[in-house]
């Protein structure tokens, strides 16, 4: 059975900086691909960023593009999350998922194990 669990959300002010990690585990976790999500409130959950485990590459979402970086240590296998200049925008559930069938995506349904998420609060 595959496990994801996430850590390492926290309040930070606007324009500062949070690392979220993910731990994953399980059968075939070396070739799935790894995706981060957020949900904010009163709005639908949406893809952030994932990299794939087969090769390191990587995708993101528009909104997050040049201030999020996702990033895997293979040894331990998890992945992180490095949020940089933060706005409040960014307030939201932040959610890990592992799909370990695909290459890289951020389809949300076709992630079939999720974290229990995260919460990341950009305030002053």
């Known amino acids: 059975q595959v496990q994801v669990v996430e850590s390492g959300g926290g309040l930070v002010q606007p324009g500062g900086s949070l690392r979220l990690s993910c731990k994953v585990s399980?059968?075939?976790?070396?070739?799935?691909?790894i995706g981060w999500f957020r949900e904010a409130p009163g709005k639908k959950r949406e893809g952030v960023a994932a990299?794939?485990?087969?090769?390191?590459?990587?995708l993101y979402e528009d909104p997050v593009k040049g201030r999020f970086t996702i990033s895997r240590n293979k040894a331990t296998n998890t992945v992180f999350l490095q949020m940089t200049s933060l706005t409040p925008d960014d307030t939201a559930v932040y959610y890990c998922?592992?799909?370990?069938?695909?290459?890289?995506?951020?389809?949300?349904?076709?992630?079939?194990?999720w974290g229990q998420g995260t919460q990341v609060t950009v305030s002053s």
């Open positions: 990299i794939s485990n087969r090769d390191d590459r990587t």
């Open positions: 998922a592992a799909d370990p069938t695909s290459y890289l995506h951020t389809v949300q349904e076709w992630y079939g194990y």
């Open positions: 399980g059968p075939d976790i070396e070739r799935a691909c």
